[in-house]
């Protein structure tokens, strides 16, 4: 279930998850929404977060780092605030680049159905595994909101469209596998981490959601489990 908001892409697969996150910031155009002078709650771990001086106490250049974050990630208002939404958006990063190559060590996604997809709401991860052997990821994925939340449980992909588009939302939904009452994976042109997520789908950046289209099959299985943070 595509969502209706557009903004820029982020591609970010297994191995900037691995690697170090870096960022890299550019002047905020004329344009751009004012940048705030309030300290926020989260001002000491966005600016370690960041690379930023570790004071606690906002200044223009943590403001317009905190900012370039913001607008890339589609956080609103980006107004270089260190609130609660951003920081929980770095927090979620952290503990995605901590899973490394071992996204199923917590034994959750079963290992006895062969190949299978899996997704864990509570990092916002998937990858495809076959037994106990990793096939691809763990990526970042974008899955549904408060009150659209991505079910949990074993499904099965039982539709897949490439080129489909949803006749709920009228929005492109390209690379589509259905897996569970329209609730499907498949790529969109935003920000894994742009909240509030999704209308209920799995969303993908463009590579992953062709490398899960050339990987998966009609009738291969699909397990989701967790909780996405805020639902």
């Keep these: 279930m595509g969502d209706i908001r ?9 191995t900037a998850l691995v ?24 001002q000491k771990q966005v600016e370690k977060f960041l690379g930023r ?4 106490k906002q200044s223009t250049t943590d403001c317009r780092a905190i900012q370039a974050f913001q607008n890339k990630h589609g956080i609103t208002p980006a107004i270089g605030y260190a609130g609660p939404v951003t920081w929980g958006v770095m ?16 034994g959750k996604c079963p290992v006895n159905k062969g190949r299978i997809a899996c997704v ?3 990092l ?5 595994q076959d037994g106990d052997k990793l096939v691809y990821g763990p990526v970042p994925v974008r899955t549904g909101r408060d009150k659209y939340e991505t079910r949990t449980g074993l499904k099965k992909i039982y539709w897949r469209d490439i080129d489909h588009v949803s006749d709920i939302y009228d929005v492109p939904m390209p690379y589509s596998q259905f ?11 935003l920000s894994m981490w742009n909240p509030p997520g ?25 397990f989701v489990y967790g909780r996405k943070p805020g639902t």
């Excluded at 557009?6 to 697969?13: E, F, K, N, W």
């Excluded at 001086?53 to 606690?56: A, E, L, Q, S, Y």
């Excluded at 999704?198 to 699909?222: E, F, I, P, Q």
């Design 120 to 122: 864990n709401l509570s």
């Design 198 to 222: 999704s209308h209920g789908c799995v969303n993908m950046t463009t590579k992953d959601a062709k490398k899960y289209w050339s990987l998966l099959r009609t009738g291969d299985d699909v």
């Design 179 to 189: 897996f569970d009452g329209g609730q499907a994976f498949h790529s969109v042109n």
């Design 91 to 106: 927090d979620l990063m952290n503990k995605q680049k901590a899973v490394g190559n071992n996204p199923n060590k917590d």
């Design 6 to 14: 557009r903004r820029g892409v982020v591609a970010l697969g297994v």
């Design 124 to 128: 916002q991860l998937s990858w495809i």
């Design 19 to 42: 690697a170090p996150l870096t960022l890299a910031f550019t002047a905020a155009p004329a344009q751009a929404a004012s940048c705030t002078t309030q300290t926020g709650p989260y």
């Design 53 to 56: 001086p570790v004071d606690g």
